[in-house]
């Protein structure tokens, strides 16, 4: 699958890739190796890396109170605040683990 967004700057992309890419971890916790964003600069390519991390700690500190957890809600209907939180943990903890081979 390959989605593309084409935005002009400051209207969201991150935020919208963000939470994107925590569908797709939600989905599929152990292949987020295999999730690709290609941005245009390290800049870019390192702000959106801090943001994954720091939604995925947003929601294990959080809960339903962070940015994203309605994002994961969505995709995780049936799973409680505390599955949802569970798993956020499990993702951040394997995504920590393999930070720099999320480059």
């Known amino acids: 699958m390959l989605t593309v967004y084409r935005a002009s700057a400051g209207s969201g992309k991150t935020h919208t890739l963000t939470g994107f890419y925590l569908e797709l971890a939600f989905q599929y916790p152990h292949k987020f190796k295999e999730i690709l964003a290609v941005t245009f600069t390290n800049k870019a390519a390192a702000e959106m890396k801090d943001r994954i991390v720091a939604e995925l700690f947003s929601v294990v500190k959080n809960g339903a109170k962070?940015?994203?957890f309605a994002t994961v809600k969505l995709v995780q209907p049936s799973w409680t605040e505390a599955q949802i939180v569970r798993h956020a943990t499990?993702?951040?903890?394997?995504?920590?683990?393999n930070y720099s081979e999320c480059a």
């Open 90 to 97: 499990l993702i951040l903890r394997e995504l920590l683990h």
């Open 66 to 68: 962070s940015a994203h």
